[in-house]
């Protein structure tokens, strides 16, 4: 006679396969993305902290920006001119340049609600002085957020384009249009709960069918 305590201890790695099959799912993530391509209204001041560097502050608004974020803020980039190409090169990082005790810069996409977007960036900027423009290009690497983006990452990348003006002190006004796309993880777990209850039930249908057959 096929006894009922057999069947049980057949059934035990059964039950425990399909609890870590559920597991599995259960911590598994889908990505929701976010395509991002919008035009900001952009205000550049640089501020000389040497002979050879500066300090960029850049700071945007669009009121119809993409997901309520119509605030842009770019802080704490260091600029100073390529010898080779006479280009600038932006970096949030200074001791890139030699440099030590200065903070970190970075990236921050905000509105008037909870949901903002944080990243950091390199950008490099050429002078058409026949035109008499300042026109840069980057990336913007999204690291983080807060809201309904937490834990965004993604990449932005950029165009900037700036009139130059003639008081080498003046703030630039100009644009940044920005295209690409970012993603916040989301969890899936539902299918855990079903694998095990369903595991769980077929298990006590079986056990109650050899009983009756016992």
Known sequence: MYSLNTALLRLIPVAFTLVGFGSSIQSAEAQTTFPFDTVYDTVVTLTPINTDVSQALIV??????????????????????????????????ASRFGLSGLPIGGEEFSGN???????????????????????????????GGAGRF?????????????????????PLIGKAFLKGSFQIPQQVPEPATNAALIGIGMIAIWLRHKRKLS
Request: without cysteine; glycine residues 10%.
């Open 113 to 143: 609600g909870a949901d903002k977007l944080f990243g950091n960036s390199t950008a490099t900027a050429a002078f058409d002085f026949p035109n008499n423009t300042l026109s840069g290009t980057g990336t913007i690497n999204i690291t």
């Open 150 to 170: 937490s834990g965004a990452s993604g990449i932005l990348n950029f165009t900037e384009v700036e009139p130059l003006n003639e008081d080498p002190t003046a």
């Open 60 to 93: 945007g608004f669009n009121p119809n920006a993409p997901y309520g974020l119509t605030n842009f803020r770019s802080f704490n980039n260091y600029s100073r001119i390529d010898p080779t190409t006479g280009n600038l090169v932006f970096v949030q990082d």
